[in-house]
């Protein structure tokens, strides 16, 4: 009877030992799951973040003024005067001839209209003597 009551406590204890580690591997398991959703999260949003950046920053500056609008600054080279520019595709093409003796130099405006308005594009020609 000694016996009997010695193994029915053993294994109330194992059962109890193995019921604590059971729920434990569960709030482990689901520890695990939801770290690892948030570091997949937070990996998803850097991968993006730098495929945005690298297409930002693999831009020309000639590119980002023709697609994307803005200004732009060209310093003409000194004893050259601007006399057309235009763009083909996303290359800007500006011809120069060389200065007069009395020619001033000036800052020359290139600017893009578009039909909606937004992303227009300007860019500035700087003369020097």
């Not at 053993?10 to 695990?32: F, N, R």
């Not at 227009?120 to 700087?126: L, Q």
């Amino acid at each position: 009877m000694m016996f009997t009551t010695s193994s029915t406590l053993i294994l109330k204890i194992l059962m109890m030992q193995l019921s604590t580690s059971l729920s434990t591997s569960i709030c482990i398991t689901t520890l695990l799951t939801s770290k690892k959703t948030i570091i997949m999260k937070k990996f998803i949003v850097a991968i993006i973040s730098v495929i945005i950046l690298l297409s930002l920053s693999s831009c020309t500056e000639q590119i980002r003024t023709r697609q994307w609008g803005g200004e732009m600054k060209i310093d003409i080279p000194a004893g050259q005067e601007l006399m057309m520019v235009t763009w083909k595709d996303n290359d800007l093409f500006y011809l120069t001839r060389p200065m007069t003796p009395d020619y001033v130099p000036v800052t020359k405006t290139f600017q893009e209209s578009s039909s909606w308005g937004v992303l227009e594009s300007t860019v500035y020609f700087i003369e020097h003597k």
